[in-house]
């Protein structure tokens, strides 16, 4: 049904499209205003010109459109309702909340006294998640460990071009007293 809905409201969009534009425009120039206007307001036939007519459709689409517009929704909305109420009727538990509490045993039951989960599979289910917990953990300290190695890589390097700097400069030193000597003793 509601596709023939749709089916319908859009054949009324499209008619309503094509006879909008099919119409004239109303500014035809201060000639057209003058000379235009007093052929249609005091003519026999001022009702049957195609303009008019196109007016008249114009309006009767857009009743129609409004009109399969509300409906639509209304079947929508309706048609949702429905199916909302037919998952609530097939799965009534799920739309109640579950009150819970846990016996000396350390089991979880509900509000009668049924067992909903015991104690074993909560504590399974708990160090699962230390375990995922954990597994997080070590993925950022395993990350912190490759940027203090990389820290330290940089580092070292900075220190080795540091002492190759100063060796360079100790060796430029060197080579400079070693011609000051020679030159001194030359003399």
Known sequence: MVTA??????????????IVLMQHGRQQGLSGAIAG??????????????????RKF????????????IVLTYVSIRQA?????????????????????????????????NIVMSAEDMAAQQAEAETEDAAEGAADAEGAVDEAAGAVDEA?????????????????????????????AAE
């Open 156 to 184: 070292a390097g900075d220190a080795a071009d540091a002492a190759a700097g100063a060796a360079d400069a100790a060796a430029g030193a060197a080579d400079q007293a070693a011609d000051a000597a020679q030159q001194a």
């Open 81 to 113: 309702n429905l199916e909302d109420e037919a998952a609530e009727e097939s799965n009534p538990d799920a739309s109640q909340s579950m009150n819970v509490t846990v016996d000396e045993n350390g089991n979880l039951v509900d509000e009668s006294g």
């Open 37 to 54: 206007g007093a052929e249609t307001f005091f003519g026999k036939n001022k009702g049957r010109t195609i303009d008019a007519m196109l």
């Open 58 to 69: 114009t309006a009767v689409f857009a009743i129609l459109f409004i009109l399969s517009s």
């Open 5 to 18: 809905l749709v089916i319908v409201h859009v054949i009324i969009a499209l008619v309503l499209t094509v």
